[in-house]
């Protein structure tokens, strides 16, 4: 998925049009490796497409060619390497980072047990992998981690986030969380709260346990929350969130930071962008400046998102 300039959602829906080596690009990226299928991608192939695109010789094009994300359980990523030996997704991150031209590297979703050694290493030791990480955990019980059928626990868990820190300190982490799953006690509730509070969250998302028909857990009656109770704890797990949220962003006002500038605001003379750390930017520029990465200074940190401006005389303000 090539993720810049607002262009991501054309290429994840599969439907830009007249664009072969783009939708090259979105075949390649959007195999997804599910939970029972393994995609095997060959990481030359990868390579070789994104050196290509790397490589396109109109200015206007590069406008898409800034970032790449790699999503979906991608850590359980395997192919064939440039070698023909197997290639994990560090090996393809290495590869990819050798590309010139290319400035951002990220990958989603991940899965705890699949954060392997040489993978935390690479936070560290490659430049233009951005310093966020999207990690599930889904709740802090291991008793509901159990009986969703999810191979690790909270210790575990904890392990692989004080690692990865000690290899990027300044890793944002973004998770998701079920509240109200068949059984959940308060006791597992206040454990889900405590790992919450132990991580310390720039992003996370969410939800209400809501049964799918034809999983084990939907056929647990006896066992189901009732709603105003799984109401009463989503609510009190997004204040908790949000203000970890909120505080986070905060700590970037009168900091300097790079932009990809993706696509338009809703206000006249405004542009979104990323930062390293996947936040929303809100900036004033004109839209000739999509696609670049410009160095803007935060003037503001919100729940949602951080506002700045762009700082004079950055490689943005080129024509």
């Not at 206040?190 to 509070?197: C, Y």
């Not at 009463?232 to 970890?244: D, G, S």
Request: hydrophobic share 35%; net charge negative; charged share 30%.
């Amino acid at each position: 998925r090539c993720s810049a300039s607002g262009r991501e959602s054309a290429y994840r829906n599969g439907t830009r049009q007249g664009d072969p080596l783009g939708d090259l690009l979105y075949n390649l990226f959007a195999a997804r490796v599910r939970r029972d299928v393994e995609s095997e991608i060959e990481a030359a192939g990868i390579v070789l497409v994104c050196s290509a695109l790397t490589d396109v010789p109109d200015p206007a094009s590069h406008q898409w060619l800034r970032e790449i994300t790699h999503d979906e359980h991608v850590n359980a990523y395997h192919g064939d390497g440039k070698d023909g030996k197997a290639a994990s997704l560090s090996d393809l991150i290495g590869e990819l980072a050798e590309l010139d031209g290319l400035q951002r590297l990220r990958y989603t979703t991940s899965h705890p047990l699949e954060m392997t050694e040489e993978l935390c290493r690479a936070h560290r030791d490659i430049d233009i992998l951005m310093p966020y990480l999207h990690l599930p955990v889904q709740a802090g019980s291991d008793r509901i981690l159990s009986a969703m059928n999810r191979r690790h626990t909270g210790v575990e868990y904890r392990r692989i986030i004080d690692k990865l820190r000690g290899y990027r300190p300044d890793l944002a982490l973004s998770g998701d969380f079920i509240v109200g799953f068949p059984g959940e006690t308060d006791q597992d509730f206040e454990d889900t709260l405590q790992l919450v509070r132990d991580v310390e969250y720039a992003q996370a998302y969410s939800f209400k346990y809501s049964p799918r028909p034809g999983t084990p857990a939907a056929a647990l009656d006896g066992e189901m929350i009732a709603e105003e109770v799984k109401s009463e704890r989503l609510a009190r797990l997004q204040e908790l969130l949000n203000k970890q949220q909120l505080a986070y962003n905060q700590t970037f006002v009168g900091k300097e930071i790079e932009v990809l500038l993706e696509r338009e605001g809703k206000r006249d003379g405004q542009l979104v962008g990323r930062s390293p750390y996947m936040q929303s930017v809100f900036v004033p520029s004109p839209s000739h400046r999509i696609g670049r990465i410009a160095k803007v200074i935060v003037r503001e940190g919100n729940a949602n998102s951080l506002r700045g401006e762009l700082k004079p005389g950055n490689v943005a303000d080129a024509a």
